[in-house]
Structure formats: structure tokens, C-alpha cells
């Protein structure tokens, strides 16, 4: 089953009173009704593909008492007659309609997904507006987009899509989801401090490399006498040690050597010694 799926067995689950289940249909009609509701066609066509999804509407619609018929054309959709079924006072900004309109035509990816995209789909362009500023409404800001001859709307930030979902009641669909965005923010920032550290590891060595080179200059050049005897040791150390930091550093000159030097001041003295061997060169 696909997170789509999950999402609107969920919602499906939820327990409408008459008036929620009455919205609620509304919105499955206005999303999936294949042309303009306001024509001389004197029925509803709900185009649900998904069996179990399309069986669960119809049960609903059996303990409402609401009449329905099965599409000649597909054994899932489900066929309701305009007398049957009053859709002039919908509700557009309740969370029943909105929840509605998600399980006629909305579709959600995947939960491996590089990305997240949730979309819901019209074919007509005056409801899809209609229901992106009853949307807004709630602070649920969608997109649009045409599509051929479909009206969309969609929302791509995983925050977004968590919003709506709490918003439609699809609360362990939106656990779901936190669980797994919180995993893979987490795994996203351990490869982050992973490729850091090996980042910083490359510019330690490659400076530790530079450092050796210089001192071994001054060393073979005869150049020892530019320098003091505590920044003689604080070279030799570092060319001995290159995986210790300037503070391990300060902290072994003031304990082995009596040489009590802030970082700053160590940072001066490997300047000092790239400004002699830049001359000296």
C-alpha cells in the first residue's frame, strides 16, 4: 500500500457525525467530478481507481443512507444522483471538506522519496482556485500549476505537507511522516559532520605538510638564528605532533616547557616562519 494509500484509509477511518460526512463528500464530488458541477448532467461520477479506497466510501455512504450506484465504466467508481445528494451548501473551509477534496483526487509521495510532494487535482480551474484560498485560510499556502488540462495545486516542503495532514486529521499518517523526516534530518546532518570532518581533516593535514616543509627549510638553510628558542620548540613540536590543535598545543609548551603562549600568539609564529621562508626562497 502507498503512503497515498495510507493516508486516505486513515482519514476514511475517522468517525464523521452526518454534517462532517455530508462536507466531507462534498469535497470528494468537487476534486473528482470529472466536468463542471453546475452542468445538465443530472448525477455525480467519483472516479476512485483504488478498490478498497472506493469501498470504504461506499460503506460510508450505506450507513449515511445515501443512495449510489456502481459506474458501468469501472466497478470503482461510484455514481450519485443529483437528487440524492445536496451539494449547494458546502462548507469549503472545514476540515471535512478540505479532507474530502485530498481523498478524491490528492496523491502524496513515497516516504523513500529524495523529495516530498503533495498535490491534489481538478478539472475545473474555478473550484482548484477556490479551495487554494480556503486553503490559505488555515495558513496552508499552496501552489498552482496547470497540468494538460488539469488544475493543481501542490506544496513540496515536508513541514507543509505535515500541516495539512494534522489539518485533515490524518494523524497517524503525520507521525508517520515526523518520524521519518526527524531520522533522515538526523542522518543528513551526521553525513554533514562526517563530510566536515573529513573536510577538515584534508586542510589539517595539508597545512601540517606545509608547516614540516618550512621548518625543514629553515633548518637546512641555516635559518634557526631568526628565531627565539620557544618558537624553535613550538616548531619541532608541531612537525613531531601535526594532529594536535593549537590549544592541546598551549597546554603541553606551558606543562613540558614553561612556555605559557596564548593560540593567537602560536598562529603569529607560524606566520612569522612562512614570512622567513617566503624570503628565503
Given at each position: 500500500m502507498t503512503f497515498t494509500q495510507e493516508v486516505k484509509q486513515e482519514i476514511l477511518s475517522i468517525k464523521y457525525n452526518?454534517?462532517?460526512?455530508?462536507?466531507?463528500?462534498?469535497?470528494?464530488?468537487?476534486?473528482?467530478?470529472?466536468n463542471k458541477v453546475n452542468t445538465n448532467q443530472d448525477f455525480f461520477e467519483i472516479r476512485i481507481n483504488k478498490e478498497h479506497i472506493s469501498t470504504l466510501i461506499k460503506q460510508k455512504?450505506?450507513?449515511?443512507?445515501?443512495?449510489?450506484f456502481k459506474d458501468t465504466k469501472n466497478k470503482n467508481w461510484i455514481i450519485i444522483n443529483k437528487e440524492d445528494f445536496d451539494i449547494s451548501e458546502s462548507d469549503w473551509s472545514s476540515k471535512s471538506f478540505l479532507a474530502g477534496v485530498f481523498v478524491g483526487t490528492g496523491t502524496i509521495s513515497k516516504?523513500?522519496?529524495h523529495s516530498?510532494?503533495?498535490?491534489?487535482?481538478?478539472?475545473?480551474?474555478?473550484?482548484?482556485?477556490?479551495?487554494?484560498?480556503?486553503?490559505?485560510?488555515?495558513?496552508?499556502?499552496?501552489?498552482?500549476?496547470?497540468?494538460?488540462?488539469?488544475?493543481?495545486?501542490?506544496?513540496?516542503?515536508?513541514?507543509?505537507?505535515?500541516?495539512?495532514?494534522?489539518f485533515i486529521g490524518a494523524i497517524q499518517s503525520f507521525?508517520?511522516?515526523?518520524?521519518?523526516?526527524?531520522?533522515?534530518?538526523?542522518?543528513?546532518?551526521?553525513?554533514?559532520?562526517?563530510?566536515?570532518?573529513?573536510?577538515?581533516?584534508?586542510?589539517?593535514?595539508?597545512?601540517?605538510?606545509?608547516?614540516?616543509?618550512?621548518?625543514?627549510?629553515?633548518?637546512?638553510?641555516?635559518?634557526?638564528?631568526?628565531?627565539?628558542?620557544?618558537?624553535?620548540?613550538?616548531?619541532?613540536?608541531?612537525?613531531?605532533?601535526?594532529?594536535?590543535?593549537?590549544?592541546q598545543m598551549v597546554e603541553i609548551l606551558e606543562e613540558k616547557f614553561g612556555i605559557k603562549k596564548t593560540k593567537s600568539s602560536l598562529n603569529h609564529w607560524l606566520i612569522k616562519l612562512n614570512k622567513i621562508v617566503q624570503k628565503y626562497s
Open positions: 452526518l454534517k462532517e460526512w455530508n462536507s466531507f463528500l462534498r469535497g470528494i464530488i468537487y476534486s473528482s467530478f470529472k455512504l450505506s450507513k449515511f443512507h445515501i443512495p449510489y516516504l523513500d522519496a516530498y510532494h503533495l498535490e491534489i487535482k481538478f478539472y475545473n480551474q474555478e473550484i482548484s482556485s477556490k479551495v487554494q484560498k480556503k486553503l490559505e485560510n488555515h495558513t496552508l499556502n499552496f501552489f498552482q500549476l496547470q497540468r494538460n488540462n488539469n488544475f493543481i495545486l501542490y506544496i513540496k516542503k515536508s513541514e507543509q505537507i505535515l500541516d495539512f495532514l494534522g507521525k508517520k511522516l515526523f518520524n521519518i523526516k526527524i531520522q533522515r534530518d538526523y542522518e543528513s546532518n551526521a553525513n554533514r559532520l562526517t563530510n566536515l570532518d573529513i573536510s577538515n581533516a584534508k586542510r589539517s593535514g595539508i597545512a601540517s605538510e606545509k608547516h614540516n616543509k618550512n621548518y625543514q627549510f629553515i633548518i637546512k638553510g641555516r635559518l634557526l638564528h631568526l628565531f627565539r628558542q620557544e618558537e624553535i620548540i613550538f616548531f619541532d613540536l608541531k612537525s613531531k605532533e601535526p594532529n594536535l590543535s593549537l590549544t
